[in-house]
């Protein structure tokens, strides 16, 4: 190859199963395009460590990273820095982390990362890659506000390419001695910079950009095409069969779900009740967590998910929340004679199972939510 190909981070998706399957399908296409460094942002920790270091040796993805460490060991949890040798001229690449950029992964068992100033960590490191390489790329997935400041405060970085940023670079720039690049965000655009490095010291000499959007109007490269059509048929299927692992069999075609609306007029008490319970706000509690169009959580968060007319996101009825009707019944079965009573004291352990409410107690639990 004659170029070299640099990402400077934010490759993953947001925090959601589905995207975590399409991440896979962008790491396994990003690795055939052979990059040569990929940076290291916090989105791309957003499936946890694990899960990065799989795609990672599965994909063989060059991602390096010199300022973010495992808390627990100290250790940099990706390699420092990387040397590619291209045209004769050494280039060491290396990148670093806004500490202000939180990183939030999507694992139970958080591991937790320091993230150091990118400052300190470029003067240590730069004069140390120096020895090795001619000239010294930084993929400072620092946005567009960082990145100056740091290339300011160090000394010796040839080229930048700009992480985290909304905006493309068009033209060239060169601060102080540094060409800086730019491409924004989600793999909208593909930048190209034309440089002209001296052999002997590897300093850039002159620059020709270029920034390209990636829409519509550019052809599609026929076998890729033919790939991303087959990745979206797996991508139904991987939503079809996590439904199905949670059918809708119960109830019946005949009743329906009304919605909490409906109850309020003639059960002021248990409105009010309701309303002020945490049962109010399930849903929210998983849409926080980026997992509100998952079946295994939308079954405990959400009104007659496996009933029949129950929970689905067309329903003209809200039935997000734990609402009346997921204790008591369809609103269409409303009795009178103390079966919709007993029915729903039964009701709170299909949710209030050992793995999901561990110190579920009846007595002190409806004490909360008494009505
Ligand atoms: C359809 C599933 C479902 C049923 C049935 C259900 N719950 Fe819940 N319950 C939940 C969910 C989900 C939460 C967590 C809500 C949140 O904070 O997002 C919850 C939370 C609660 C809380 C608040 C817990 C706390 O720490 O304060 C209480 C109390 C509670 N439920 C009592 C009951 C009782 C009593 C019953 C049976 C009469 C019952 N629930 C039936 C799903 C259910
Ligand atoms: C089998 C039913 C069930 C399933 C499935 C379930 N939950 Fe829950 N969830 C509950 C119950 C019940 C509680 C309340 C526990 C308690 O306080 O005792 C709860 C509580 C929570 C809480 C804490 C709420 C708070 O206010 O602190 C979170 C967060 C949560 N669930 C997220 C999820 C996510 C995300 C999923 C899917 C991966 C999920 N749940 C799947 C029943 C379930
Ligand atoms: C988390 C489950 C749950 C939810 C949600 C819930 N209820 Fe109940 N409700 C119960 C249980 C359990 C009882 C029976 C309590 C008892 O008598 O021990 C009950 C009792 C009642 C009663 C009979 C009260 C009496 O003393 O005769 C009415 C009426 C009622 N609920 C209406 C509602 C309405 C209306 C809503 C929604 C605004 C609602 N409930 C939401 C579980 C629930
Ligand atoms: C038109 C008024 C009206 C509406 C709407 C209504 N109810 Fe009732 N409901 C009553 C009356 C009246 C009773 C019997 C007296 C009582 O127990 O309060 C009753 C009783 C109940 C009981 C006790 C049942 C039993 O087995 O003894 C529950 C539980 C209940 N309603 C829940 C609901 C829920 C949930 C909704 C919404 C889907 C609802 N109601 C809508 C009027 C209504």
Redesign the pocket.
Known sequence: MPFLMVDAGDLFGRRSKDERHQTEFLCQMTGDLGYDAIGLGERDLNYGLGFLQEMITKYDLPFTNANVRDAKTEKLILPEYLIVERNGVKYGLISVLDPALKIITMTADEADFTIADPVATLRDLVPRVRREADCIVLLGHLGENNTEPVIKEVKGIDISVTGHTYRSLQTERVLDDTAMFAATHEGRYIGRGNLFIEDETGRVMAIDVGVTSLDDALPSDPEMQARVDGYKKSLVEYQEAKRAAYPRTMGSEKETFLGERSCMSCHDDAWKSYVS???R??????RNKGQSTEPECL?????G?MYKNGFSESAKINLQ??QCE??HGYGTEHARDGKWVAQ?????????DKE??P??D?A???????H
């Open positions: 319970s945490e049962h706000t399930a849903f929210a509690t998983i079954s405990c968060h959400t009104t998910y929340n734990v997921a204790c729903a004291k039964d009701s709170c352990v299909v949710c209030h999901n409410s110190d579920f009846y002190t639990y409806w004490e909360k939510i008494k």
